[in-house]
Structures are given as C-alpha cells and as structure tokens.
C-alpha cells in the first residue's frame, strides 16, 4: 500500500504561481510514474502532468508552458510549479502514483487551488 499526501494548495490571484508537493509512504518501491490530476465542480478527473520513472514528462496541452513536473520516483515526491495561473486551473488537484507490473493506482485527498480573476 502506497499513501499520498499533498500540499501546496491555496488561493491565489490570475497571473500568480503556487507550488504543489506530494510525498508517498509505506511501501514506495517500484513505483512507475507519479503525477498530478485535477478535477473542477461538474467535470471529469483530467491528467495535468506526470512524469515517469526515469524523468520522463509529460503535459496537458492546457498547462505546457506554465507548468513544471518534477520529483523522484523512487524516493516517492512530486512537485508541480505552476505560473502565470488562470482562473479555469481552478479545481481540486490530486496526486497519483502507479505501482508494480499491473500499474496499481493509488490517490491522495486532493488539495484545493482557487485562481480569481
């Protein structure tokens, strides 16, 4: 079993920059790729970044260029900077981390980020 805790969230102004981090515990190895979703009143979960086992990245189109993934796998943390923010980044942002041969999925509670314009 994997835990996720995220924090970082908060209320910030159109144009700001907040940081996002989530640190995994309990049994953390072989982790496959740890990433950021986010999830906005009405709307389905959606993938914001991810980056993989060996630092690869990946972006939704929404978020490249203001967004910056970044952790360690193996040590099981993740960041996500996020500038030049937008009220439509608005949303509940969760932490995900995928585990062993069958990617087993594991959630943090999610953390609230509230962009006004």
């Known amino acids: 079993q994997v835990q996720l805790v995220e924090s970082g969230g908060g209320l910030v102004q159109a144009g700001g920059s907040l940081r996002l981090s989530c640190a995994a515990s309990?049994?953390?190895?072989?982790?496959?790729?740890m990433a950021w979703y986010r999830q906005a009143p009405g709307t389905q979960r959606e993938l914001v970044a991810r980056i993989s086992y060996g630092g690869t990245t990946n972006y939704a189109d929404s978020v490249k260029g203001r967004f910056t993934v970044s952790g360690d796998n193996a040590k099981g943390t993740v960041y996500l900077q996020m500038n030049s923010l937008k009220p439509e980044d608005t949303a509940v942002y969760y932490c995900?981390?995928?585990?062993?041969?069958?990617?087993?999925?594991?959630w943090g509670q999610g953390t609230q980020v509230t962009v006004s314009s």
């Open positions: 995900n981390a995928t585990q062993g041969r069958f990617k087993t999925d594991y």
């Open positions: 309990g049994n953390i190895q072989r982790i496959n790729a």
